[in-house]
Nanobody
Framework: QVQLAESGGGLVQPGGSLRLSCAASGRFFSIDAMAWFRQVPGKGREAISCIDEGNPHYADSVKGRFTISLDKAKNTVYLRMNSLKPEDTAVYYC???????????????????WGQGTQVTVSS
């Protein structure tokens, strides 16, 4: 079992920055990929970033603005979000996929564990 806990969401003005954290506990050694998804009311979850075997992946909507990183010593994955836009407003979820890794970083159904989500609101 793996437990994920997100933190770092909040209210920020357009153009501002936030850093989300996702702390993993439990069988961390079994995780092959960790990702961030987001969801707005009435829509499905959107994959925005993933790190697998040290390789980062980004959705086009956040490429160049968001940076994902992993601190193995702390079992924590971070999402640094810069140049935030109102359309980035959503609930952000952390997800983990355990062995065997599907290789499809942006497929929601492939992830085995999810955090509870953290709200990010970009508004003036």
């Amino acid at each position: 079992q793996v437990q994920l806990a997100e933190s770092g969401g909040g209210l920020v003005q357009p153009g501002g920055s936030l850093r989300l954290s996702c702390a993993a506990s439990g069988r961390f050694f079994s995780i092959d990929a960790m990702a961030w998804f987001r969801q707005v009311p009435g829509k499905g979850r959107e994959a925005i970033s993933c790190i697998d075997e040290g390789n980062p992946h980004y959705a086009d909507s956040v490429k160049g603005r968001f940076t994902i990183s992993l601190d193995k010593a702390k079992n924590t994955v971070y999402l640094r979000m810069n140049s935030l836009k109102p359309e980035d407003t959503a609930v952000y979820y952390c997800a983990a996929e355990t062995d065997p890794y599907s290789g499809r970083w942006d497929v929601e159904q492939d992830y085995d564990y999810w955090g509870q989500g953290t709200q990010v609101t970009v508004s003036s």
